[in-house]
């Protein structure tokens, strides 16, 4: 079975990084969130930052991992080389960039404890586990997700190959991500795996099989777009309007209802941020989203700590994030676009290969169908 996407899937599936890094900025930037179940009690700044990045931005794991998981089992053969081949190219593009950015975290970490006087109270043990497994940079999680479940891919192949089993396991998973029922225990403070990413590595795998979705979902008609956005924006509403302080990842005080509802945002918002990204593949756009990998490394720590020790002396710090969100994101990117220019063997060497290039200025417009032939292949953005 031809398991190839079209041009303009691939070159939307680049702006959907995009987006989600811009997210993802926004989480790890929010400043203040609401102190009471209460909405009303809430104040304007910390509702605005929880619609926007405690409820739109949480689609951001999932679509990253469901392209992982499309792009990876989209040129896997099942054949013990090919897996091979993957875990070692994983190795390099992913499991590589955790480590010199995990490193640069721990030196900037123990450089700042030692500038406060603070002790350092680790042993060797704990020091290399930290080290290695759980670095203070937070986003570093998601990659090592990844390079857990390149490990297990040969076992979501096979869950996802069987119709029975696909469906049984994707009710468990499903099942249990929404619910926010965690199968595996921690190690050094994150968990092995996330039942997000499971969960949504397994549904591009088992996408491959209905391309044509994939397909009809990105030539969906702005009135369907709006419409999603109205639904996504809705669903987010309500779940702040029953429980303002609600917080899957650090907090296990939930409802029923409050899960519920934010897991439904979540599988609504992907769809539609898909459907908005496919038009949205402007060749300038699609130049910025080949930086979004860098960005996404060197956004959290030790630059946010710097950067809100810099603002804390102008501002309020509960409005910080309006003003660093975008100061980040623009010097992130920026940067990224610099050093994949004049120092290309250094942003190699830091993102697993990924050199930020211009996207070619044919890009495929929305409304016509394109060959998959291999000439045509060639144009697109992978």
Aim: with cysteine.
């Amino acid at each position: 079975m031809d398991h190839d996407l079209s041009i303009q899937a691939k070159q939307t599936f680049s702006i959907v990084t995009l987006l989600a890094t811009v997210l993802v900025v926004g989480i790890h930037y929010k400043s203040d969130v609401p102190d009471l179940p209460d909405a009303t009690l809430a104040t304007w700044n910390q509702l605005g930052q929880e619609f926007l990045f405690g409820g739109v931005a949480r689609v951001a794991v999932p679509v990253f991992a469901f392209a992982a998981g499309l792009f990876y089992f989209r040129s896997d053969d099942g054949t013990f080389g090919c897996y091979c081949k993957k875990l070692s190219d994983r190795v390099r593009t992913v499991a590589i960039p955790f480590f010199i950015v995990g490193s640069v975290a721990m030196t900037f970490w123990l450089l700042v404890r030692r500038s406060e006087g603070k002790p350092i109270d680790l042993t060797m043990a704990e020091f290399l586990s930290t080290w290695w497994l759980r670095p203070p940079a937070e986003q570093l999680w998601f990659l090592r997700d990844l390079m857990v479940l390149v490990v297990i891919a040969p076992v979501i192949r096979w869950l996802g190959s069987r119709t029975a089993v696909a469906v049984v396991a994707l009710a468990l998973i499903g099942g249990s991500w929404l619910l926010d029922f965690q199968w595996f225990p921690p190690v050094a403070g994150w968990r092995i795996l996330q039942m997000e990413t499971l969960l949504f590595f397994m549904l591009g795998c088992m996408s491959l099989s209905r391309r044509s979705w994939i397909e009809m979902a990105g030539r969906a008609s702005l009135s369907v777009i709006a419409l999603g956005w109205l639904i996504w924006s809705a669903l987010v509403a309500i779940r702040i309007y029953l429980r303002a302080d609600f917080d899957i990842w650090y907090a296990d005080d939930h409802g029923i209802a409050d899960l519920l509802l934010h897991q439904s945002s979540i599988l609504v918002g992907t769809v539609v941020l898909y459907m908005t990204a496919w038009r949205m593949r402007h060749r300038w756009l699609l130049y910025l989203a080949s930086g979004s990998f860098f960005v996404y490394l060197v956004h959290e720590f030790p630059l946010r700590a710097i950067a809100h020790r810099l603002t804390d002396r102008f501002m309020d710090p509960d409005y910080s994030c309006w003003l660093l969100t975008p100061v980040v994101l623009v010097g992130c990117y920026a940067t990224a676009m610099l050093l994949g220019r004049f120092c290309p063997a250094a942003m190699a060497m830091l993102t697993g290969g990924r050199i930020p290039r211009p996207a070619p200025s044919n890009v495929a417009p929305s409304n016509v169908a394109v060959s998959n032939s291999p000439s045509r292949r060639a144009e697109g953005v992978k």
